[in-house]
């Protein structure tokens, strides 16, 4: 399995961005799709998970009803972390992350036997 972020850039406070995981090799429909994040100097943080086959979506509380975790209609091995409403305390690097089965309320303190590289955001004026 191969995952391929990106999206990352660049974006003012208040502002929003769209990030993109391309994903490849599954051979099952059942399969967690999470993003991660790390700022400089803090601990990984799960931020947004989704269930392929399945639908139910988790979030961190700090990215709820900003950020929101998908699949793309046309491409079905593409998922996106639409995120609005930035936040500088947003900036991080992102990673895309999958495993089999599926995420659960404490998806992050699963497993995840794939990740993608990480592609930077940086919420600044």
């Known amino acids: 399995v191969q995952l391929q972020a990106s999206g990352g850039g660049l974006v003012q406070p208040g502002g929003s961005l769209r990030l993109s995981c391309a994903a490849s090799?599954?051979?099952?429909?059942?399969?967690?799709i999470a993003w991660f994040r790390q700022a400089p100097g803090q601990e990984r943080e799960g931020v947004a998970c989704?269930?392929?086959?399945?639908?139910?979506?988790?979030y961190a509380e700090s990215v709820k009803a900003r950020f929101t975790i998908s699949r793309d209609n046309a491409k079905n091995t593409v998922y996106h972390l639409q995120m609005n409403s930035l936040k500088p305390e947003d900036t991080a690097v992102y990673y895309c992350?999958?495993?089999?089965?599926?995420?659960?309320?404490?998806?992050?303190?699963?497993?995840?036997?794939?990740w993608g590289q990480g592609t930077l955001v940086t919420v600044s004026s």
């Open positions: 992350a999958t495993t089999r089965g599926i995420c659960g309320t404490y998806y992050y303190t699963r497993r995840f036997d794939y």
């Open positions: 090799g599954w051979t099952s429909d059942y399969y967690a």
């Open positions: 989704l269930t392929n086959g399945e639908g139910y979506t988790y």
